[in-house]
């Protein structure tokens, strides 16, 4: 049974910091690469960053690039999304995913849900202005 946890999630200042992980059971971790998304209340879910599974590359959306990072463990089954300076407008529920493919490395691709099989059930990012 495949499962994604997500953790870390929380209310921070404006300018503050977060480290999210998701702890992935139930396939080969190190064989996909796995995505982060948001989803803001009233909007759409949207494409935050993706890793590949052997954690060399990695693809970023424009939204939150130069202020975040996206790194694995594969020894641990865990993904990371370090975020830094945060804002207001970051205020969402943070949500992990893993590729549909194995092996796919990550591009322009991994920012469409489709691509990704499974999610964990997201935490929740509240920055206080």
């Known amino acids: 049974q495949v499962q994604l946890a997500e953790s870390g999630g929380g209310l921070v200042q404006t300018g503050g910091s977060l480290r999210l992980s998701c702890v992935v059971s139930?396939?080969?971790?190190?064989?996909?690469?796995m995505g982060w998304f948001r989803q803001a209340p009233g909007k759409e879910r949207e494409f935050v960053g993706a890793i590949s599974g052997p954690g060399g590359s990695t693809y970023y959306s424009d939204s939150l690039k130069g202020r975040c990072t996206i790194s694995r463990d594969n020894a641990k089954n865990t993904l990371y999304l370090q975020m830094n300076s945060l804002k207001p407008e970051d205020t969402a529920v943070y949500y992990c995913a893993s590729d549909r493919a194995i092996s796919r490395d990550v591009g322009a691709a991994s920012r469409f849900s489709v691509n990704y099989a499974y999610w964990g059930q997201g935490t929740q990012v509240t920055v206080s202005s």
């Open positions: 139930g396939f080969t971790f190190r064989l996909y690469a």
